[in-house]
């Protein structure tokens, strides 16, 4: 992941609607992607993850999109739910015994 | 089965004081990560333990320090704490490292320096 600054970017969509959310790395060797979901006063909760050699990868309702091309990883959320509101972190790592490398995060607030 | 366990859940401390933070990985996980999580750097990797060693290091200064049990448990120890050092420390479990797939977050340990 890579810093974008001390405030954190935030994103408001209404229930049912779908949510995007963007992330940049910087590291050029990284393979391993993942998205957590982190709620107020829990620990981040494992989304969705994608490795290097394949591009998108969905699961429940989400769909992760990678393009090392612009090093961008973006995660979709399909319908929405006032649930989803929290903050999601993207975070990459080199194959191996590397350890993740997270990004600042985004605010998801969800309109009811 | 049982997920990745934190104590204490909360702490306030002193500045120059030291502080132990304690975490139970996943049965059967022999990776544990340790991480600083504040509102102004968000999640910074702290260091990792794996079969009692340290594998990896992150950029913080000596006053952290770390280590690993036989039996997986890790602790995390913070020498003469400064006000800076209040945030939530998290810990992650893995099977073999978190590059190697999924890594369950514990709720955290939340401390503050006063």
């Known amino acids: 992941g890579e810093s974008v600054g001390l405030h954190l970017p935030t994103l408001s969509v209404q229930e049912g609607d779908n949510s995007i959310i963007n992330c940049a790395y910087s590291?050029?060797?990284?393979?391993?992607f993942i998205w957590y979901k982190q709620e107020s006063g829990k620990g981040p909760q494992f989304i969705i993850d994608?490795?290097?050699?394949?591009d998108k990868r969905q699961g429940q309702r989400v769909t992760v999109l990678l393009n090392k091309t612009v090093k961008h990883l973006s995660l979709q959320i399909a319908a929405t739910q006032p649930g989803d509101s929290a903050v999601y972190f993207c975070?990459?790592?080199?194959?191996?015994?590397?350890?993740?490398?997270f990004g600042k995060g985004t605010r998801l607030s969800v309109i009811a | 089965k049982a997920g990745v366990t934190q104590t204490p859940r909360y702490l306030i401390k002193t500045r120059g004081q030291q502080v132990t933070l304690s975490c139970s990985p996943i049965s059967g996980h022999r990776s544990v990560s340790w991480y600083q999580q504040t509102p102004g750097q968000g999640l910074q990797f702290l260091f990792e333990y794996f079969s009692e060693t340290q594998r990896n290091k992150g950029n913080f200064p000596g006053r952290f320090s770390g280590r690993q049990f036989s039996n997986s448990r890790s602790e995390m120890n913070v020498s003469t704490l400064e006000l800076g050092d209040s945030a939530l420390y998290l810990c992650?479990?893995?099977?073999?490292?978190?590059?190697?797939?999924?890594?369950?977050f514990g709720q955290g340990t939340r401390l503050t320096v006063v």
């Open positions: 992650a479990s893995s099977l073999e490292g978190q590059a190697g797939g999924e890594a369950f």
């Open positions: 975070a990459d790592a080199v194959s191996g015994n590397t350890p993740l490398v």
């Open positions: 590291n050029s060797a990284s393979d391993y």
């Open positions: 994608i490795r290097s050699n394949m």
